[in-house]
């Protein structure tokens, strides 16, 4: 398995803007995490899912930001719109089970000019 | 509510010492303990995890880490450290009724040749 896919790596986009950020979980994977990081407030969870259903959202910092996944293959997460404060490092993680480790892709880098 | 310290912002080593990065713990019933290290523009990537069992854990890399329940830490080691292991490394626990991890803000290892 090629492991956890994220799309794009890098993306500058102007204030206003909406944001979509993209994730392709490992195969047979039950769990979806999406995390931010930022050097301030470190790694933060935004979202998670458990057989493609929202689970816990608490995370999400505003309503400009919107998460889905409409399958066990494919995850989205949205921002609109975009702000500068909301330049981080997006990384998706995947896992199977509850006792296992997650995997991470390697992270979308957004800067919100 | 579950959360990690990890006191250390960096952590400088000559290659060939032994290495520590420390990590503390909170968190309701027994812990699941995870490190994960993280390279330069990289995701993250699973080193270990204890889960029940044997309070020593071995990793990749040469990596190990003690849980001590009494002292609620779970601090990664390894007997000789290699200039190749610089990187963040992140502790993360999540307690045994809950599905997403929480992570430490990272310590930064540095060692030296």
């Known amino acids: 398995d090629a492991g956890v896919i994220q799309s794009p790596r890098h993306e500058v986009t102007e204030m206003g803007q909406e944001v979509t950020l993209r994730c392709k979980p490992i195969?047979?994977?039950?769990?979806l995490f999406w995390y931010r990081q930022t050097m301030m407030r470190g790694l933060e969870l935004l979202i998670y899912?458990?057989?493609?259903?929202?689970?816990?959202d608490s995370g999400m910092p505003e309503d400009r930001f919107s998460a889905k996944m409409p399958n066990a293959s494919f995850s989205t997460l949205k921002i609109q719109p975009s702000e500068p404060r909301d330049s981080a490092v997006y990384f998706c993680?995947?896992?199977?089970?509850?006792?296992?480790?997650?995997?991470f892709g390697q992270g979308t880098r957004l800067t919100v000019v | 509510a579950q959360s990690v310290a990890q006191p250390e912002d960096q952590v400088n080593v000559a290659e060939g010492n032994p290495l520590t990065v420390k990590c503390t713990y909170s968190?309701?019933?027994?812990?699941?303990l995870f490190w994960y290290v993280q390279y330069p523009n990289r995701g993250l990537q699973f080193l270990l995890k204890?889960?029940?069992?044997?309070?020593l854990v071995k990793g990749s890399y040469g990596f190990e880490a003690e849980f001590n329940k009494s002292q609620t830490s779970f601090h990664l080691k390894k007997p000789s450290a290699l200039v190749s292991d610089s990187a963040l490394y992140f502790c993360?626990?999540?307690?045994?009724?809950?599905?997403?991890?929480?992570f430490g803000a990272g310590t930064r290892l540095t060692v030296k040749p």
């Open positions: 993360a626990v999540r307690g045994p009724a809950v599905l997403d991890m929480r």
């Open positions: 993680a995947s896992k199977l089970g509850q006792g296992t480790e997650a995997f």
């Open positions: 204890y889960i029940t069992g044997d309070n």
């Open positions: 195969s047979g994977h039950d769990y």
């Open positions: 968190v309701s019933g027994n812990p699941y």
């Open positions: 899912f458990n057989n493609n259903v929202p689970i816990d």
